[in-house]
């Protein structure tokens, strides 16, 4: 994939344009959308996400991580802790695998940007499919309630309902510092 053949690479970064990876705004989070989920934690295979996996875990999640913003920025501050983003939308997860890569290749300092990863998936019925309890140190969701209709409100990845299943996975939640941490509306 070089930048002169592809023309959805920026010819002076490498890194691909985002007007070539145009979706929707939102997603159906209620449909069954058809791509791979795995059974279980232990049936995630990292070595596809990440080139230097070994046996170590994922720590962070960014849950909606839309064009890879926040992954991005923390991948030089935590070089040592493996993040994965996890997104709805399919050309959306294109874009930021595509500029993951990219970055991987175009990095000066060999080995930077291969703690970052992303997956397509349905985070409001599935993460408890790709953590282990307790596996994350942190879980991110920047901006993430869209619907603001109150007939839409069961489409919030953010709901009294899936707070169970998002308290499954980070080890702060077994340390009884939630209600410090975090206040729900």
């Known amino acids: 994939m070089d930048s002169e053949t592809k023309p959805t690479f920026s010819k002076s970064t490498g890194l691909p344009r985002k007007k070539f990876f145009r979706a929707r705004a939102h997603s ?6 058809h791509f791979p989920i795995p059974i279980s934690p232990s049936h995630v295979d990292l070595s596809l996400h990440f080139p230097k996996a070994s046996s170590k875990k994922t720590e962070f999640a960014d849950i909606g991580c839309g064009f890879g913003g926040l992954l991005i920025s923390l991948a030089t501050l935590f070089p040592e ?23 991987r290749k175009t990095s000066s300092g060999g080995g930077e940007y291969e703690n970052i990863s992303v997956v397509r998936t349905n985070s409001m019925k599935y993460v408890p499919n790709y953590f282990e309890k307790g596996q994350l140190s942190k879980m991110f969701f920047l901006f993430p309630d869209p619907h603001f209709k109150e007939k839409n409100h069961r489409r919030r990845v953010i709901s009294v309902d899936l707070l169970d299943g998002y308290a499954y996975v980070p080890n702060y939640f077994e340390k009884g510092q939630l209600s410090k941490t975090t206040q729900y509306v």
């Open 28 to 33: 159906n989070p209620l449909s069954d959308s």
């Open 81 to 103: 802790t493996l993040m994965i983003g996890m997104e709805l939308r399919d050309k959306v997860t294109e874009y930021v695998k595509e500029r993951i890569l990219a970055l």
